[in-house]
């Protein structure tokens, strides 16, 4: 199995994964591994080396991105919320490999990273940060509100949960268009907790609606477990009572990540409906900048650390001999140099015009029930 355990499951559901899945004639991420493996006695790699090198980039840029944005954070240069995604970054690099053009992503307000995996542009993003006119969401979305319309992307939400039935609804867009596009729709696993979710499960699956969801289960929502918060801690079951196609990932690696969403999209774009992965990752820092994460011990992170999706793309590069040690550590200082580029753009840039406050909101002068 490529699963891996949270503290304190149990087996059973294993079990009723696999007879659920080859009931349904799904692919279980345990059929893909061993296709995968099959390949790679004759071939080495599933991917080519151009794959490898592009997620490595953009996982690369992702980590030193954040890396940076944390030492400013604390430097007071960026102020207010401001959630890391360091350690998650398969789940937006693997579902950008394995999507089109077209498809549209929303996700909740750990959204420095998707834009970053999108092409957004690392200076408009910490620009967005630094809260300055030339962010990404003009200065004033902040990190929690990065927005890029052209690239599909969707926000950047803050109210937990709240991006669910926005996916859904642009999903809805894309079939009443009669488009083959899908909206991959990101929510934690604290925000399946909502019941909001239950109802977009529902609409989504009575409507046949092309959404995938991704339930990125970090293991917290805050500071409260995946186990404190609920009876039902394989996620990804949330989705059978709707009949949904459901399954979990070890997302930790790009590989089944890109296999997985690439599956989903397939079962999607064929007018079959949802699909629900849960992508079963790890933060390696706090819920946010203020919070030390005395909840977990110091031996869990490391063991996450050990499957490092940065490592792995790493030493699949290598080992493949699609990269040498040194070109890998010039893509390193060419990154670093990107992104510091990137703080330099910020600190130099305006800040909005006050007047920018009144712009890009929705007024409706004739609203009928405001009682002056
Ligand atoms: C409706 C609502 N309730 C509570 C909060 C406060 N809050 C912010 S983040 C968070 C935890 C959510 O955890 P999860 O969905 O697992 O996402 P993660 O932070 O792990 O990415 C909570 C409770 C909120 N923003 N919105
Ligand atoms: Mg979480």
Redesign the pocket.
């Known amino acids: 199995m490529i699963l891996f355990n949270f503290a304190g499951q149990n087996k059973a559901w294993t079990h009723r994964l696999i007879n659920w899945h080859c009931k349904n004639k799904i692919l279980t991420i345990d059929k893909m591994a061993s296709a995968k493996e099959k390949k790679t006695s004759s071939k080495k790699t599933q991917f080519s080396k151009e794959t490898y090198l592009n997620w490595h980039k953009s996982i690369l840029l992702m980590r030193r991105f954040e890396e940076k944005a944390g030492q400013l954070y604390g430097r007071q240069k960026i102020r207010g919320f401001c959630?890391l995604y360091i350690g998650q970054e398969a789940c937006a690099a693997g579902a950008v490999s394995a999507l089109k053009e077209g498809d549209s992503y929303i996700t909740?307000?750990?959204d420095h990273a998707h834009p970053l995996a999108l092409g957004s542009g690392p200076n408009v993003v910490m620009a967005e940060l630094f809260g300055k006119a030339t962010g990404i969401s003009k200065g004033k979305g902040g990190s929690m509100h990065m927005f890029d319309k052209e690239r599909h992307f969707y926000g950047g939400h803050?109210?937990?949960?709240?991006q669910i039935p926005l996916g859904i609804g642009l999903a809805f867009a894309e079939k009443y268009k009669k488009t083959d596009n899908l909206c991959i729709t990101y929510?934690?696993?604290?925000?399946t907790r909502?019941g909001a979710l239950h109802e977009a499960f529902n609409l989504a699956m009575h409507y046949k609606l092309p959404v995938i969801f991704a339930i990125?289960n970090?293991g917290?929502?805050?500071g409260t477990s995946v186990q404190r918060s609920s009876n039902v801690h394989e996620l990804y079951t949330l989705g059978e009572s709707y009949d949904m196609p459901s399954q979990p990932v070890d997302a930790m690696s790009v590989e089944n990540v890109h296999n997985a969403v690439a599956e989903a999209a397939k079962h999607v774009r064929e007018g079959k409906g949802p699909y629900l992965l849960e992508f079963r990752t790890y933060?390696y820092k706090g819920?946010s900048m203020s919070d030390p994460a005395k909840y977990r011990t110091k031996e869990e992170v490391e063991a996450y650390k050990k499957r490092d999706p940065l490592e792995q793309t790493k030493d699949a590069l290598l080992k493949n001999k699609f990269a040498t040690e040194e070109e890998l550590e010039e893509m390193d200082k060419e990154i670093k140099k990107v992104v510091e580029d990137s703080v330099k753009f910020a600190e130099e840039s305006p800040w909005p015009d006050p007047e920018e406050a009144f712009k890009d909101v929705y007024v409706q002068d004739d609203y009928p029930f405001i009682m002056e």
């Open positions: 959630h909740a307000y750990r803050g109210i937990v949960g709240g929510l934690g696993d604290g925000a909502q990125e970090n917290y929502a805050m933060r819920h």
